[in-house]
């Protein structure tokens, strides 16, 4: 768990060493979107909102909830504990005095923590979003309870953030990583630098070694090591109006940008005819997000997994400027007016009805392609090659997603993962279990790439234009002539269906 903090892979790790058969993680990322949502559904019913928007406001909730279930991943969850912890918190912090520390003061702030144990930019995004509350305590309720339980949730954050750094650099096998990833993600989370650029800092790359790093095939630490990264960093553009050129090629920068607008309605709508600083509050989340929105955009990561729940933040943190004191009841609590079709009445069963359209269209659009991606012919291949063949370690070069194909969370987290078999395309190398399964295979150095034509024992499934990469890279390395012949054709690939994955072997020309 490279992202996540020792607050809870620690306790995952215990999990799975007294009981591995059951699917800790996968229980604990849908346990904690329940919580959450119950959170804000308890948020709802609570509020101030007439009986009409309350339905509205539930639909909304409800196509978050089924959006982030289909599309779990740690990163919506990570923003959705925040929020809902944050929303847990400030429904006595922001509009009562409390005195006493109550249930959900508790609940509040460990779901804060959890969620940014579980991936820390998501819980910071979050807090960003949340942040005009603290304004509004300091402006409107000047309680210094109020005051203290968000320096709690301050201070309990810094204490975790340095528990995960102390537990990265004091943890066997695990002690230069975070400086590795660190570093790494701020030269290749961003748009590629030219190769003029990669050269003037790192002269000793060729051009094939920045394409090799730039297609996330750095598996060799003698060549891609945190040295290098870190020496790069600098020039790579974290920032700036270079990247929107990127951003506006991806369809859900526009998503985004319509969903300010939506935003700043349901906002509007949420406290229309009413007086008094709630409506700066208002103003001040819908500005929050609309800058965070930007700065996804200037940053080219308009990725869905994160533009997701950032609108579901921001729906989560206007909910709670609905709040109210304790000793007030919600409006929506009264009888509905029996009247059969209002034009009230029809707006409600309307946004019923959207909600559910909305739902089967991001299953559509969105859930049905990822499950059916690739074919199901090559990941059989795929799978049978690894399995009749477990005295060969099998090398996927960005590959291996071919290999997860249909598979749910709870089938992936029961799926016996091949001791044959290593992935390149990611942060795995420089963890523990990577120089473990290395060593296991004899492979010294860890530099995995340039073993492959050493030894008749190691084979790597690629397209072939990452072929060619690695084979121009080994014959650079090595100075010597690199042959690349075809073991087996697995067939079509997942990112595109007209070309093959081939298991191929590398071997020094006689």
Request: hydrophobic letters at 50%; a negative charge; glycine letters at 6%.
């Amino acid at each position: 768990m490279p992202y996540s903090l020792v607050l809870v892979s620690a306790p995952l790790g215990a999990l799975y060493s007294s009981l591995p058969q059951v699917s800790w993680y996968a229980l604990l990322l849908l346990l904690l979107t329940v919580a959450s949502f119950w959170a804000a559904y308890d948020e709802v019913l609570r509020s101030r909102m007439s009986a009409n928007l309350c339905v509205a406001s539930l639909a909304i909730l409800f196509v978050f909830e089924v959006i982030c279930t289909l599309y779990l991943t740690y990163t919506i969850v990570a923003f959705l504990v925040c929020a809902a912890g944050l929303m847990l918190v400030i429904r006595r912090a922001a509009f009562d005095g409390p005195q006493s520390v109550g249930i959900s003061d508790i609940l509040g702030v460990l779901l804060v923590v959890l969620g940014y144990a579980l991936r820390p930019e998501s819980g910071l995004a979050t807090i960003v979003i949340f942040a005009p509350f603290a304004l509004w305590v300091l402006a409107k309720n000047r309680n210094l309870a109020s005051i203290a339980r968000g320096a709690v949730v301050l201070l309990l954050i810094a204490a975790c953030a340095f528990a995960g750094r102390f537990a990265y650099d004091h943890t066997p096998g695990w002690e230069g990583y975070a400086s590795y990833l660190d570093a790494g993600r701020n030269v290749l989370d961003y748009p590629d630098m030219t190769v003029e650029q990669v050269r003037e800092l790192a002269p000793e790359l060729s051009d094939n070694d920045v394409a090799v790093l730039q297609s996330w095939l750095f598996a060799d630490d003698s060549v891609f090591d945190t040295d290098l990264f870190e020496r790069l960093a600098p020039a790579s553009d974290h920032l700036g109006l270079s990247n929107v050129g990127a951003s506006l090629r991806a369809k859900t920068t526009y998503l985004l940008v319509g969903m300010v607008a939506v935003v700043a309605a349901y906002g509007w709508l949420l406290h229309r005819g009413e007086r008094g600083g709630v409506h700066a509050l208002v103003a001040g989340i819908v500005v929050m997000f609309a800058a965070s929105c930007v700065l996804l955009i200037l940053r080219a990561r308009v990725r869905l997994h994160v533009v997701i729940p950032l609108i579901a933040v921001a729906v989560l943190a206007l909910i709670s400027t609905v709040g109210k004191t304790e000793r007030v009841h919600g409006r929506h609590v009264a009888p509905m007016p029996d009247v059969a079709a209002s034009p009230a009445l029809l707006a409600v069963i309307a946004s019923v009805v959207l909600s559910l359209g909305v739902c089967g269209a991001f299953w559509y659009a969105s859930i049905r392609p990822l499950a059916t991606r690739g074919s199901a012919q090559t990941t059989e291949a795929a799978r049978s090659y690894v399995a009749d063949h477990p005295n060969e370690l099998v090398v996927f070069g960005r590959t291996q997603t071919i290999m997860f194909r249909g598979l749910t969370a709870f089938d992936l987290e029961g799926w016996e993962y091949p001791e044959n078999m290593i992935q390149v395309g990611g942060w795995e190398n420089h963890t523990a279990p990577w120089a473990t399964l290395l060593e296991r295979w004899g492979i010294e150095g860890g530099d995995l790439l340039q073993q492959l034509p050493e030894k008749s024992n190691m084979v790597a499934v690629l397209n072939p234009t990452n072929m060619e990469l690695i084979r121009t890279y080994l014959a650079e390395h090595s100075g010597r002539e690199v042959l690349a012949s075809v073991v087996e054709d697995l067939g079509p690939s997942s990112a595109d269906p007209s070309v093959d994955l081939c298991v191929y072997r590398f071997t020094y020309a006689a």
